[in-house]
């Protein structure tokens, strides 16, 4: 009895673990919020070589003009945008032939589920792309931003600091393996004693305060990549 009772365990235990590694993965991006901020990129004509902000929610909210004043600065971000967004109009950034862009993506992929290695393979893709069709552009590769877990909503249940070092760590290869500077934002600017997103620099626990952007915006002069 006890044998056919572990065996059957045992047999539940393996197709749950073959249904989890069979489960799709959500790798949607075209929301309507995409479509049209997409559309508003087109509309606009920007001084040439611009400095690029690309990413999500966290850059398309940045005062990036304010904060860093006398630069010619471009904001592609999209609120919600994942990795697989970023590729798909990698084109439209591009055209722009920035003189630099400064990427932080992957927060929204881990709000999703989305295994660290897949966010990872999509960096280097990313990356990979950008090296080639812009070759005299610098690209930054930013750490994706702690969290301060006791404030997140709901909402943001599975993403974990935990979580987001395993990204990094894999964002570190992957601008070695390019020789792109990666930026660590996480250590040298936002986390506190505690290992949380300083409260002073997060509205929620994710998103940045003023306060966050004018530190991110120091950092990034003081260490010389503007």
């Known amino acids: 009895m006890k044998k056919g009772m572990i065996l059957l365990l045992s047999m539940v235990a393996a197709l749950a673990t073959a249904s989890a590694q069979t489960e799709p993965v959500d790798s949607s991006y075209a929301n309507n919020y995409y479509v049209e901020r997409m559309k508003f990129f087109e509309q606009l004509h920007p001084a040439p070589k611009p400095v690029v902000f690309l990413g999500n929610s966290i850059t398309e909210a940045g005062p990036w003009s304010e904060v860093l004043p006398g630069i010619n600065v471009v904001n592609r971000g999209i609120s919600g945008d994942n990795s697989w967004g970023v590729l798909a109009r990698l084109h439209q950034v591009g055209q722009l032939k920035p003189a630099k862009i400064f990427l932080l993506i992957g927060v929204n992929d881990l709000k999703r589920g989305v295994p660290v290695e897949y966010i990872i393979r999509n960096y280097d893709r990313i990356t990979a792309t950008l090296k080639k069709t812009l070759p005299k552009t610098t690209l930054y590769l930013q750490s994706v931003l702690p969290v301060a877990e006791p404030m997140l909503a709901n909402i943001y249940a599975k993403i974990s600091n935990e979580k987001i070092q395993q990204l990094n760590e894999g964002l570190k290869q992957v ?52």
């Open 175 to 226: 601008a070695q393996k390019y020789n792109c500077p990666f930026i660590d934002l996480y250590h040298e600017v936002f986390i506190d004693e505690k290992g949380q997103m300083r409260t002073a620099y997060t509205t929620d626990g994710l998103h940045c305060k003023p306060a966050g952007y004018l530190a991110w915006a120091a950092y990034l002069k003081k260490k010389g990549y503007l």
